[in-house]
């Protein structure tokens, strides 16, 4: 596994991380610090169209805000030996953001570590940007520009619906798109494709101000039929339903 020292050798990962530092040298004593914890568990892990454990897994993350700047730690455990790796952390991220508002978007860029054990790692930098209209639709855009050198680009539209004071209901519909290289790497596909969609359901249960406890599932796809056709080849999966639990903890 990389060391964390590798995570700040690309000029584009220290430049970032030197910000957050100053950023956390410059706080005035008033200022607040938001830590948000996150745990699920899912009946599958699904990466940008790739079914990358077809077991049940657990993931968490956890993020932490300071003014504009933002550190997120995620990682997932898989629960069953589907890849032998039963309760062994199999993929860890470190990601750092910068999140700045402009009327009407919410604009977040910013670096991220990817971690294999016994593998090598790699690095990307993302865009993500956020309207604050009706459906907040929201495009994100990610750049391997490590081991892949690749993009993968994705688009969505979310809604929320209160159905009371404690419960409330959010649907999703998401679409990406990746080039030849983030293609080749996931599924040794060598063109450039629209590449999955997903349209998914959850409800939302409030516990306290704090604790948002959730269920839900969605249904996925792969949409080019070349690449369908290349995944369908080598035994991948194409299409499926996808279970979660989930509890949102946020700490002031």
């Known amino acids: 596994m990389p060391r964390i020292k590798d995570f700040a050798r690309p000029w584009v990962i220290r430049v970032f991380f030197r910000g957050f530092l100053m950023s956390l040298c410059l706080t005035p004593a008033s200022a607040q610090t938001e830590l948000v914890f996150d745990g699920m568990l899912l009946t599958h892990y699904l990466d940008r169209g790739e079914l990358v454990v077809d077991a049940p897994v657990m993931q968490a993350e956890f993020d932490m805000a300071v003014n504009e700047w933002s550190f997120n730690v995620w990682g997932n455990i898989d629960l069953t030996d589907e890849n032998d790796s039963r309760l062994d952390l199999s993929e860890t991220a470190l990601s750092l953001a910068y999140t700045m508002a402009v009327d009407p978007l919410d604009l977040s860029v910013g670096v991220t570590q990817y971690m294999f054990p016994g593998e090598s790692g790699t690095r990307e930098t993302f865009l993500h940007a956020a309207m604050l209209i009706p459906l907040n639709p929201a495009v ?25 004071t404690a419960v409330s209901l959010e649907s999703r519909v998401a679409i990406g798109y990746g080039d030849a ?36 599932g969605s249904y996925w796809r792969l949409i080019d039929p070349d690449l369908r056709d290349t995944v369908e080849s080598s035994d991948g999966a194409v299409n499926g339903m996808i279970g979660k ?8």
């Open 140 to 164: 994100g855009v990610y750049y391997d520009f490590d081991q892949i050198n690749g993009t993968y680009i994705d688009g969505s539209i979310h809604h929320v619906v209160e159905l009371s």
């Open 181 to 216: 290289a983030a293609n080749h790497d996931a599924f040794r596909y060598d063109k450039a494709a629209l590449r999955d969609i997903g349209v998914g359901a959850t409800l939302l249960f409030n516990l306290n101000r704090h604790t948002v406890l959730s269920t839900g």
């Open 245 to 252: 639990i989930a509890i949102h903890r946020r700490f002031q």
